[in-house]
């Protein structure tokens, strides 16, 4: 079910897990979320790297995408172990059977929704994306949101990040799960 930020659903202390396209404000609004409910935070992304010893960018160009989704679901796997926690996750991962199942059923899932047009502006301060290097940000962004929005769309609490500040969609995430 897809529930609006006016919609309420109360949060059982599972870890929450925030969903979404690349530039979307995950990370910034998952560190934020964490600070006001007083929660450990985890960038998925950056325990992968640590893990591997290198970035992002270098384990797409020398092992390739296949071997990152298995790494990253497995570096989620230890994240939603049960603590409670919240995790902001690359805008893939969703997207993978196998980690969305994962997540579906061990943590409570937000999907940070925002317009293409919207994230390409905010993507182009930050060049380390593999999947958007050398490619037309906002044609790439526009591709994906139309092949992983109906996915997304599986987590059980939708946001959007639109153009308000970040700190408007901590606010709509803490009604949402009723706090
Ligand atoms: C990806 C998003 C990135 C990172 C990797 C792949 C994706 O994370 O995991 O480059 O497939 O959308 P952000 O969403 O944090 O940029």
Do not use: C
Request: glycine content about 8%.
């Amino acid at each position: 079910m897809l529930q609006s930020a006016s919609s309420r659903l109360s949060w059982t202390g599972k870890p929450i897990v925030l969903v979404g396209l690349m530039g979307v404000g995950k990370s910034t609004v998952g560190r934020r979320l964490a600070n006001r409910l007083h929660l450990p935070f985890a960038d998925a992304d950056h325990e992968i790297e640590r893990a591997a010893g290198m970035t992002v960018a270098e384990i797409f160009e020398r092992f390739g995408e296949p071997y990152f989704r298995d790494g990253e679901r497995r570096v989620i796997a230890r994240l939603i172990d049960g603590t409670p926690r919240v995790v902001a996750t690359g805008g893939g991962a969703f997207i993978n059977d196998e980690t969305r199942a994962l997540i579906l059923d061990q943590a409570l899932a937000v999907w940070l929704d925002a317009p293409p047009q919207v994230l390409a502006e905010r993507v182009r301060r930050r060049d380390t994306r593999p999947l958007l290097r050398n490619r037309d940000p906002l044609q790439v962004l526009t591709d994906l949101a139309a092949i992983r929005n109906p996915i997304y769309a599986q987590a059980p609490i939708r946001v959007s990040s639109d153009r308000a500040p970040h700190d408007s969609a901590v606010g709509h995430i803490l009604k949402a799960i009723g706090l």
